[in-house]
């Protein structure tokens, strides 16, 4: 039996070592998000009018994409390891290619050879010397059963899956969120005050414009604008991630990924003696 006494050690260390860099990355998040934000008023004197700006000062540490990919590692490690124990406990070594199978098609995941057997690739390969319990427990928490009972929301496992894909070839793109309580308020009388809110904010973007009462370089409004890290622009297969908060969604894939690893281990219980 590998891993000890408890073959299930790896995988739950890779777990807590992806939550402990989540909760560090979220204080890094806050602190960065107080200090690299500026507000300016802008006067257009030839169109008699004043906008308020967004303005960044800092650009995220490039550190941040890189600790993402880490976290990401880890958790999808930790699913690979539950399975490499599971074979080993059945079968007493390990297999040539096993790992968690995550599937989006149900028949590539069934896939066998023309003589019946596991198809090289499948996802019945990847499982095919875990226990029975086990083989259907991963069954049910595939992407596409998971689409079956809940069309309309996206498995977190497809989302870990696209994640370390998108951290193998490029860095996984952030941006700012703007979080929905920022305000913006007259301090003294304006004219035609009009919002220009994004779901984003980005440098230079211009968030409120007016028509001043007065061009005394008195400022006009009050504002209090936040943001949050959110993941930013890529493929059309990010459509979930995209502009979704990188925090909320690593630790739903956390949790995602922890109750699949209590599953797994909870088959073993199921053997006979």
């Known amino acids: 039996m590998s891993g000890g006494t408890d073959p299930f050690a790896g995988a739950r260390a890779r777990l807590d070592r992806a939550f402990e860099q ?3 990355l979220d204080a890094d998040f806050q602190e960065f998000s107080e200090r690299t934000q500026a ?31 880490e976290i990401v590692y880890d958790l999808r490690s930790a699913l690979d390891h539950a399975v490499y124990e599971l074979t080993c406990l059945e079968n007493g070594g390990p297999l040539g290619q096993t790992g968690f199978p995550i ?34 427990a991963i ?48 301090r003294r009388p304006v004219r035609e ?14 968030l409120a414009e007016w028509i001043p009462t ?7 409004v009050d504002a209090a604008v936040e943001f949050d890290v959110c993941f930013g622009e890529a493929a059309p297969t990010w459509s979930y991630a995209k502009h979704a908060p990188v925090i909320d969604v690593l630790e ?22």
């Open 139 to 186: 069954r049910t928490l595939q992407p596409f059963e998971v689409r079956k009972a809940a069309p309309f929301e996206e498995p977190m496992l497809s989302v870990l899956h696209a994640l370390g894909a998108a951290d193998r070839n490029r860095t996984i793109p952030l941006g700012r969120l703007r979080w929905p309580g920022s305000t913006i308020r007259s």
């Open 214 to 220: 007065a061009l005394d370089g008195e400022p006009d």
């Open 252 to 273: 739903k894939i956390g949790a995602t990924a922890s109750d699949t690893v209590r599953i797994l281990e909870a088959t073993v219980s199921l053997l006979p003696a």
């Open 103 to 136: 599937f989006e098609d149900e028949a590539r995941y069934e896939e066998l050879t023309t003589r019946g057997d596991p198809a090289l690739g499948s996802g019945v390969f990847m499982i095919r010397g875990v226990n029975p319990y086990a083989k259907a």
């Open 22 to 24: 989540i909760g560090a």
């Open 193 to 206: 005050l009009a919002f220009r809110w994004g779901a984003t904010l980005e440098d230079g973007d211009v």
């Open 39 to 69: 507000l300016r008023e802008v006067v257009d004197h030839g169109a008699g009018r004043k906008r308020l700006e967004y303005v960044v000062t800092e650009e995220f540490p490039s550190s941040w994409s890189a600790i993402v990919g």
